[in-house]
């Protein structure tokens, strides 16, 4: 019998589902747009500068990119008030991830997390050969730290924590955190995956960073492609300890942070007064969505992110296929509930039509 030329445990995996290309529907339907829901980015295009930087470094492209990502990280590191050896940077945050989980464990260790949470989580573990142990979330559609810090074992090497928590949007209050991180074993990393943190408008919802950045097992995972408006160019950034950030630097597929990005990422940070205002449109859209849509469907849970989860149980896929009718791309989990981030005010005003129309 011969070898499967790829490795057989893969074919359980399932593939990651990119939000679907708005053009393509709209030309589908006839229309003359279709809005994307679907994938958690933000409505306004780039900040100012970054087109500019990102075609100054393209005419350079010849050549290799500063391999180190030293001014990305020297801003980084002089925003955050940190050493710069502490911080690193990938080709999106989901990288950055992997490279974590590649620098801390292998086959046959643990990776704890909640789930639902974000779908890219099973498939970095397994790739990496390592087992992923999925925490169930609360009734709330948040994360029980209390059963995650009792399911560690001694194969843990690594426990995740997703706030907010993409799809669910629920995040994760600082009492809860505080005794999470005291209880979690010296030698287990925790992941603070910290995507949404722009939208964050919670006082109780601590900062991970500031408030637990200085543990030595602590790694804060951030990202560009939200907020700051990169994701069509991918640039994240992680900050751990020293030891951590350096064994992480080591397994980064080289110059993945390449040169259009690293000068996308330092344009977009001089716009950081611009990415504010745009990020507090989408936290008033959030108010005004969440409460028109919990006249249709009231068990939405509270988001401090920039989408909203609605747990519609069988009514998942008939809904995402209706708005999908309507011009209208939301991110279904069949037989859980619908991912649906904000848009323009405007879009917002279609989705909830649409919405309305179906739960009417
Ligand atoms: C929780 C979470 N982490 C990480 C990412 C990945 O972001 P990036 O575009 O930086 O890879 C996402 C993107 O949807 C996310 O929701």
């Known amino acids: 019998m011969s070898r499967p030329l790829t490795r057989a445990d893969l074919d359980a995996l399932p593939s990651y589902v990119p939000g679907r290309n708005p053009a393509d529907l709209a030309r589908e339907l006839g229309l003359t747009e279709a809005i994307k829901l679907a994938s958690n980015e933000v409505p306004f295009g780039l900040l100012p500068g970054v087109a500019e930087a990102v075609a100054e470094a393209a005419a350079q492209g010849h050549r290799y990119p500063d391999m180190g990502v030293l001014a990305l990280r020297e801003a980084l590191a002089e925003r955050f008030k940190v050493d710069v050896d502490r911080v690193a940077t990938g080709c999106g945050s989901v990288a950055l991830f992997e490279h974590v989980v590649k620098a801390a464990a292998t086959r046959g260790d643990e990776v704890l997390y909640s789930w639902r949470s974000f779908e890219a989580y099973p498939i970095v573990v397994a790739g990496v050969g390592a087992t992923s142990v999925r925490v169930p979330n609360t009734p ?13 074992t001694p194969k843990t090497r690594i426990v995740v924590v997703c706030n907010p928590n993409n799809p669910t949007g629920t995040s994760v209050g600082r009492a809860a955190m505080d005794a999470f991180v005291d209880a979690v074993p010296s030698d287990v990393l925790i992941v603070v995956d910290e995507a949404y943190r722009e939208f964050v408008t919670d006082p109780d919802v601590p900062d991970a960073l500031e408030e637990y950045g200085d543990r030595p097992n602590v790694v804060v995972l951030r990202t560009f492609s939200k907020a700051w408006g990169l994701a069509g160019l991918r640039a994240g950034y992680l900050v751990a300890a020293p030891e951590v950030a350096d064994a992480v630097r080591k397994v980064v597929t080289p110059f993945s942070t390449n040169a259009c990005v690293q000068a996308a990422a330092l344009a977009a940070l001089e716009a950081d007064v611009e990415m504010r ?3 507090a449109i989408m936290i008033s859209e959030r108010d005004r969505l969440t409460t028109a849509l919990r006249a249709l469907v009231p068990q939405i849970p509270d988001s401090q992110s920039n989408f909203l989860w609605l747990p519609i149980g069988e009514q998942t896929v008939p809904f995402a296929k209706h708005c999908e009718s309507r011009g209208v791309i939301v991110r279904p989990f069949a037989g859980e509930g619908v991912r649906a981030s904000f848009g323009t005010p405007e879009q917002n005003d279609r ?3 649409v919405a309305s129309e179906f739960f009417a």
């Not at 559609?141 to 995650?148: C, I, Q, V």
């Open 277 to 279: 205002r745009r990020a």
């Open 351 to 353: 989705f909830v039509a």
């Open 140 to 152: 709330g559609h948040g994360h029980d730290l209390e059963a995650m810090a009792a399911a560690i």
